[in-house]
């Protein structure tokens, strides 16, 4: 279908929804524009997630006009979009980069020692220590350094923690499915040898990638 076939789809649905609706499809589009991610598993995400499974059709169509794609994984039980344009990616630090490898590595090997695929969690210290084991940085981070980076990858539902001003090793981080898509691979190997590859960089350069 072409996007003018999509916007005479959407045009002869939305006719059809009635108000209320025509405000909640407002409100799912602009969600998935500005946060990229729905998850069933995140307690602000639950109820857009089932509205938008529902409306999946016609999110897809929407989307189509706008060069994204319009993805529903029901194993993992997210939602999310991706533009087909190479555009409105989000950029990391070097260090930011290393702390969501290590989170992917997390992530994967907690779903395959629990056998669930869903929100793994990982406690401040240890992720500090595995950060800390790649060897990359020539001076170790401070609590404040992790905590903005955590807190980034939070704002685009990779990550997310409770606690606010009184983070301590104990807290738990918990890793949300999304990182399988930011992160896209489910080798333990080719994960160690991302990591790896930064030993062979410049220590001191922090340039984004």
């Known amino acids: 279908m072409d996007k003018v076939e999509c916007l005479e789809f959407l045009t002869n649905r939305f006719r059809g929804f009635s108000e209320l609706k025509q405000e909640l499809f407002t409100k799912l589009v602009l969600r998935l524009l500005n946060e990229t991610f729905l998850i069933k598993d995140r307690t602000d995400d639950k109820k857009d997630y089932y509205n938008a499974s529902e409306l999946k059709e016609e999110l897809e169509k929407f989307f189509q006009v706008l060069n994204y794609g319009f993805y529903e994984d029901k194993i993992l039980q997210i939602i999310y979009i991706k533009t087909e344009d190479n555009k409105n990616r ?3 630090t ?7 490898l290590c989170l992917r590595v997390a992530y994967y090997k907690n ?4 056998g669930l695929i869903n929100v793994a969690s990982i406690t401040f210290e240890d992720l500090k220590q595995d950060v800390l084991k790649t060897n990359i940085f020539k001076d170790e981070k401070s609590n404040n350094e992790y905590i903005e980076a955590i807190r980034k ?16 090793n104990e807290s738990r981080i918990f890793i949300y499915p999304s990182i399988a898509y930011v992160v896209s691979s489910n080798d333990i190997n080719d994960l160690d040898s991302r990591i790896k590859a930064f030993n062979k960089e410049d220590k001191n350069n922090e340039e984004v990638n």
Do not use: A, C, P, Q
């Open 153 to 168: 990858l939070r704002k685009f539902k990779i990550v997310d923690f409770n606690g606010g001003k009184n983070f301590s």
């Open 111 to 114: 779903s395959k020692k629990s």
């Open 94 to 100: 070097k260090f930011e980069t290393v702390l969501l």
């Open 90 to 92: 989000m950029h990391l």
